[in-house]
């Protein structure tokens, strides 16, 4: 796994994580499993528009790709991160935003969005070690922020790689379509979005969130979320955040 960008800063104690846009077996890889959650297990897509077994779509060009993969070197996740282009992106397709919000659907090239976001079926409750102290539950159930599922672990993991990933291209902020269960999991980490707009039918009921990245700074900065801890392991002395009593817009 040399060969991802960013792994290491991407890592738990049971999965590492990176940018795989450097290798393309790994992003085939990464399509054929959004093939498998999107259109077999979970039928959001439909599995006859992907006959080679890999789901893809236009805006993949225009996206930098994160996968996680367990200690056997085997994918458990990816997810993409949608940079601006002539296309927008995807969510404005779907979702609305709250008046007071509109602002955020403009051309913005610092704004970026967080998609296609799935998990092995393997690691969606797979208890990850009965006795580590950031184990699951007996059925992987979520429990606060002592005690993670394999799946959270992955999502963390995937979540530091984007986080490399957006301070490397100079993005500000993060877009993305999700369930609720996603926000609160990801807000006991230190991770807080906010919603924009209402809930809609999109791969399921999800609502539009978006996370100002130099909150995000200040979260690790503080030192009062431990799975924030080594966020910034790996990342360029440049790009590391610096301790402020106010947070930028956009």
Same mark, same amino acid.
């Given at each position: 796994?040399?060969?991802?960008?960013?792994?290491?800063?991407?890592? @738990?104690?049971?999965?590492?994580?990176?940018?795989?846009? =450097?290798?393309?077996?790994?992003?085939?890889?990464?399509?054929?499993?959004?093939?498998?959650?999107?259109?077999?297990?979970?039928?959001?897509?439909?599995?006859?528009?992907?006959?080679?077994?890999?789901?893809?779509d236009e805006f993949?060009?225009?996206?930098?790709?994160?996968?996680?993969?367990?200690?056997?070197?085997?994918?458990?996740?990816?997810?993409?991160?949608?940079?601006?282009?002539?296309?927008?992106?995807?969510?404005?397709?779907?979702?609305?935003?709250?008046?007071? /919000?509109?602002?955020?659907?403009?051309?913005?090239?610092?704004?970026? /969005?967080?998609?296609r976001l799935c998990?092995?079926?393997?690691?969606?409750?797979?208890?990850?070690?009965?006795?580590?102290?950031?184990?699951?539950?007996?059925? =992987?159930?979520?429990?606060?922020?002592?005690?993670?599922? =394999?799946?959270? /672990?992955?999502?963390?993991?995937? @979540?530091?790689?984007?986080?490399?990933?957006?301070?490397?291209?100079?993005?500000?902020?993060?877009?993305?379509?999700?369930?609720?269960?996603?926000?609160?999991?990801?807000?006991?980490?230190?991770?807080?979005?906010?919603?924009?707009?209402?809930?809609?039918?999109?791969?399921?009921?999800?609502?539009?969130?978006?996370?100002?990245?130099?909150?995000?700074?200040?979260?690790?900065?503080?030192?009062?979320?431990?799975?924030?801890?080594?966020?910034l392991a790996g990342? /360029?002395?440049?790009?590391?955040?610096?301790?402020?009593? @106010?947070?930028?817009?956009?």
């Open positions: 796994m040399s060969a991802i960008r960013g792994a290491s800063a991407g890592s @738990t104690p049971y999965f590492l994580a990176g940018a795989i846009d =450097g290798v393309p077996q790994l992003v085939d890889d990464s399509y054929r499993l959004r093939y498998q959650v999107y259109c077999v297990e979970r039928a959001f897509l439909p599995a006859e528009a992907c006959r080679d077994g890999m789901e893809r993949d060009a225009h996206a930098l790709h994160v996968a996680a993969f367990d200690p056997h070197c085997a994918m458990a996740g990816t997810v993409r991160l949608v940079r601006q282009s002539d296309l927008g992106l995807p969510m404005f397709r779907r979702c609305r935003l709250f008046a007071d /919000e509109e602002r955020f659907a403009a051309a913005n090239p610092r704004l970026v /969005e967080i998609g998990v092995s079926r393997r690691y969606r409750r797979r208890r990850v070690d009965a006795d580590a102290p950031g184990a699951a539950t007996a059925n =992987g159930d979520y429990r606060g922020g002592e005690r993670r599922s =394999g799946r959270d /672990e992955i999502f963390l993991a995937m @979540t530091k790689a984007l986080y490399h990933e957006t301070k490397r291209i100079g993005a500000s902020h993060w877009l993305i379509a999700s369930e609720k269960s996603l926000q609160r999991m990801l807000a006991q980490h230190g991770i807080s979005f906010r919603a924009i707009g209402p809930e809609t039918d999109y791969f399921g009921p999800v609502a539009p969130y978006l996370l100002d990245i130099a909150e995000l700074d200040q979260a690790i900065l503080s030192g009062r979320f431990p799975s924030l801890a080594d966020f990342l /360029e002395p440049e790009l590391r955040p610096q301790a402020a009593n @106010t947070v930028v817009g956009l």
